[in-house]
């Protein structure tokens, strides 16, 4: 709630539980003790000079002052469509904001979500200045919450150790959260955060406010804690070498930020951001995603038309349904054989695969499975006939000799030039049109903007490159998406890099990390789920030792982490036991009948990896409480060890569940097999679980997991 006056700076009331008319009527305004500013939309100079704001700017005559108040605000209930093309409808507020010694106009907008618990508030500011004005920082939205023993969640990470869960309580002064990547910006901090307004988060009980900034770019997150009774949360584009110069008349607009608020703690407030998610951030969220397996870590680049054939016709033998060709299948001049050549030149090598992309297609429909295939459009090498052919395409910082990624050879192609722009698109557009049975793509961007620097923007707008990039990135998307609205893509970039709303109203899900490590993954995985849902995240069955921590896991404990998210495989198949193939064979075929709880149910996360206690459980629930999925991890085995009993949430108190453990390795049944409990006593009570697996003496080994179902009768 927001209290507006015109003439005034609006100001902050309150976000909270719904309200009855009642309270709406005697609701009391924030006390501005301590000098508490609850303006949502504070501008730089006139003002506010001693506190954090969301809009700086230096106007044409060169005064750095900007004041904004009320000039005016509308109220409408409102049907549109969502960036995943999804039809949407809910309330936006229009607050008209000016400054009265300039023509500058901000539009202020909340828009609010008629079916989902969501909020989406952004900014527009327009220029009608007689010249060029310079905006220096440019937010798009501010929050003011209450202080207390306020704790804040975040996820912080690197590459192959994406999403770590991060808690610490808001204490005096700024914390910031940032990416100056310029592509990736997920793969370390994430600019998603959750507040706790009642001390350490808890799962499933406590007040939380959720924020996600809808943008695929750098970002800046700030929460200033200074002298007054409030913490001042800022979310939007990273203004670091990056102001951007408004011509007269144009009008710049920041990026959404989502707001959410949960009476019922951390997994409250996730299952919020995953309906909003699954209705319009995402494509195809209506449709169960495909059991597939990807060639990547089976063959790296040693690509070639019989051992892609072996592969779909053995994932094909599992039950599964999708075969994606990795890295290595392209290049003319330059052969794609390791990771520095190739990249823009996306030609059939035929000395690997004298059928093309044809012949893969054909064995596929052999095989009953569909097919797809890896690219990675926004970059070129130096070895390669595009770069030989466009060395004015690269992102290069003037005078300057390029710095080289991946490789000691990759480069990033300069999509602010829409030249560049008509390219990226041409590579899907020949793909598809020439192959229009290809079901999936998996898109890859594997390195940073490693200098500044434009060739297509004049020098005097160097600062738009990060900006324009993704304007140019979106534009492309939106194209690929209008001409080719069915295919399923893959947001990949070094794995999680690119785990963010702003780009994934265009793809089907994500690569949750390069890390296919069953043990580390349960972290990742539990991080990432407290934005994202199940159906997005891409969690695959992969070798052991494993390919990047050369850690060994079991089969099934693999298979049981894997299986929490959209599952897949990462794996050569021809090097697997038969008892392993068969043993997937049965996971697979469990995971189908799982599936639809899985991908469109309530996720509870019960017990967190980052306990200490070397134990990890979550479940989700179906909608309608009929059936649930539990999931527990044994991270470690020890001598004398101890674990909870962990107590089930989401389901139906009156409800009758009978339990089925599913992929199931022991010799005996659990005590709980088949036996029915009430909700209720799931829920107070949960079930005891043994710590290790019955099994033959030579088979015993120190990793345990169990999947049980659970279906009401």
């Not at 690219?375 to 910082?397: C, F, G, R, V």
Request: charged content about 25%; glycine content about 8%; some cysteine.
């Amino acid at each position: 709630m927001l209290n507006i006056v015109k003439g005034e700076e609006p100001t902050f009331v309150y976000y909270g539980t719904r309200l009855s008319d009642e309270d709406l009527k005697t609701l009391p305004e924030p006390s501005n003790a301590n000098w508490s500013h609850l303006e949502v939309y504070p501008a730089y100079g006139a003002v506010h000079t001693q506190s954090e704001v969301a809009l700086a700017m230096k106007h044409a005559d060169g005064n750095l002052s900007t004041l904004l108040v009320c000039k005016d605000y509308s109220i409408e209930t409102i049907s549109d469509k969502a960036p995943n093309d999804q039809p949407r409808s809910g309330t936006l507020l229009t607050i008209t904001l000016a400054d009265p010694l300039y023509p500058d106009v901000v539009h202020l907008y909340y828009f609010a979500y008629a079916d989902v618990d969501m909020i989406e508030c952004w900014s527009e500011i327009t220029n009608n200045e007689p010249q060029t004005v310079t905006l220096t920082q440019f937010y798009s939205s501010c929050m003011p919450v209450r202080r207390g023993n306020v704790w804040l969640s975040h996820l912080h990470g690197s590459w192959a150790s994406e999403a770590g869960l991060v808690e610490e309580p808001l204490t005096n002064g700024l914390l910031t959260i940032k990416n100056k990547d310029g592509l990736r910006n997920a793969t370390t901090d994430r600019n998603e955060v959750m507040f706790s307004l009642d001390g350490k988060a808890r799962e499933n009980e406590g007040d939380i406010i959720g924020a996600a900034l809808l943008y695929s770019g750098n970002y800046s997150v700030k929460i200033d804690t200074d002298d007054s009774e409030y913490h001042y949360y800022f979310a939007g584009i990273n203004p670091d070498n990056s102001e951007y110069h408004l011509p007269s008349g144009e009008t710049f607009a920041t990026p959404r930020v989502a707001y959410t608020f949960a009476d019922n703690g951390l997994s409250g407030a996730s299952r919020n951001f995953h309906d909003w998610a699954r209705s319009y951030q995402l494509r195809h969220a209506d449709r169960e995603r495909l059991i597939l397996l990807n060639s990547w870590e089976g063959v790296y680049f040693d690509i070639n038309q019989e051992g892609m054939a072996q592969m779909m016709a053995d994932i094909a033998s599992m039950g599964g349904e999708l075969f994606v060709m990795d890295d290595g299948w392209f290049g003319d001049k330059y052969p794609r054989n390791s990771d520095n050549s190739s990249l823009g030149d996306w030609t059939v090598d035929t000395r690997k695969l004298p059928e093309g992309i044809g012949g893969l297609l054909r064995d596929a429909r052999r095989n009953g499975i569909k097919f797809g295939i890896w690219i990675e459009p926004e970059m070129t090498n130096t070895a390669s006939e595009l770069y030989e052919q466009h060395p004015d395409w690269i992102i290069k910082a003037p005078g300057r000799e390029p710095v080289k990624g991946r490789g000691g050879t990759q480069l990033v192609l300069d999509l602010s030039n829409p030249d560049v722009q008509d390219y990226v698109f041409s590579v899907v557009d020949n793909l598809l049109t020439t192959y229009p049975d290809i079901n999936y793509i998996k898109w890859d961007a594997n390195a940073p903007v490693m200098n500044h620097g434009s060739q297509y923007l004049p020098a005097d707008d160097q600062s738009r490159l990060y900006i324009a990039y993704h304007k140019g990135l979106i534009n492309v998307c939106k194209r690929i998406r209008t001409k080719f609205p069915d295919v399923t893509i893959q947001d990949c970039a070094s794995g999680g890099g690119r785990a963010n709303y702003g780009l994934l109203p265009y793809f089907d899900e994500f690569w949750v990390s390069d890390n296919t490590d069953a043990l580390q993954r349960i972290f990742i995985q539990w991080g990432t789920s407290y934005f994202f849902p199940a159906i997005a995240m891409a969690q695959h069955i992969s070798a052991v030792p494993n390919h990047t921590v050369f850690r060994t896991t079991s089969m099934k404990f693999r298979c049981d982490v894997a299986m929490s998210g959209r599952l897949g495989m990462e794996i050569q198949p021809k090097n697997m036991t038969e008892e392993e193939k068969d043993f997937c064979k049965g996971v697979i075929s469990n995971y189908k009948a799982v599936r639809p709880v899985i991908q469109f149910g309530d996720l509870y996360r019960l017990h967190s990896p980052y306990a200490g206690d070397n134990l990890a459980s979550m479940m989700y629930v179906s909608k309608d409480k009929t059936e649930a999925v539990f999931f527990w991890y044994k991270l470690e085995t020890m001598k004398d060890e101890h674990f909870p009993r962990i107590k089930m949430q989401g389901l139906n108190p009156d409800g009758k569940y009978t339990i089925h453990e599913l992929n199931r390795i022991d010799n005996n049944p659990l005590p709980c097999e088949g036996q029915t409990y009430t909700g209720a006593y799931l829920m107070a009570n949960g079930l005891e679980l043994p710590y290790s697996h019955d099994v033959d003496y030579a088979k015993l080994n120190d990793w345990a997991s169990r999947v049980l179902r659970l279906v009401e009768e």
